[in-house]
Nanobody, 113 residues
Framework: QVRLVESGGGFVQAGGSLRLSCTVS????????VGWYRQAPGKQRELVAV???????IYEDSAKGRFTISRDNAKNSVYLQMDKLKPEDTAVYLC???????WGQGAQVTVSS
């Protein structure tokens, strides 16, 4: 069974940075495509960034140039470095494998203006 644990959320002012971490257990992480999602209150969950098993990266338009997804296969972990944060980035951020497994609790990110 795949288990996902996110960490690193917090409160930051606009223009600031945060780094999220996600540890994945129960899968062969090195051959797993992993994504970071976010869900803001009253909105649908959206895919923000993807790291494929071949280490290619894909970003949602609003994340391009500001967010960086990376992975450490030795630690079964994927990271999301978020820079130049905006109030509209406020959401719960979740990671998941693609295809998806059960969701973790996520990490709350709050950006003040």
């Amino acid at each position: 069974q795949v288990r996902l644990v996110e960490s690193g959320g917090g409160f930051v002012q606009a223009g600031g940075s945060l780094r999220l971490s996600c540890t994945v257990s129960g899968s062969i992480f090195s051959i797993t495509t992993v994504g970071w999602y976010r869900q803001a209150p009253g909105k649908q969950r959206e895919l923000v960034a993807v790291s494929t098993r071949t280490r290619n990266t894909i970003y949602e338009d609003s994340a391009k140039g500001r967010f960086t997804i990376s992975r450490d296969n030795a630690k079964n972990s994927v990271y999301l470095q978020m820079d130049k944060l905006k109030p509209e980035d406020t959401a719960v951020y979740l990671c998941n494998t693609i295809p998806s497994a059960s969701w973790g609790q996520g990490a709350q990110v709050t950006v003040s203006s």
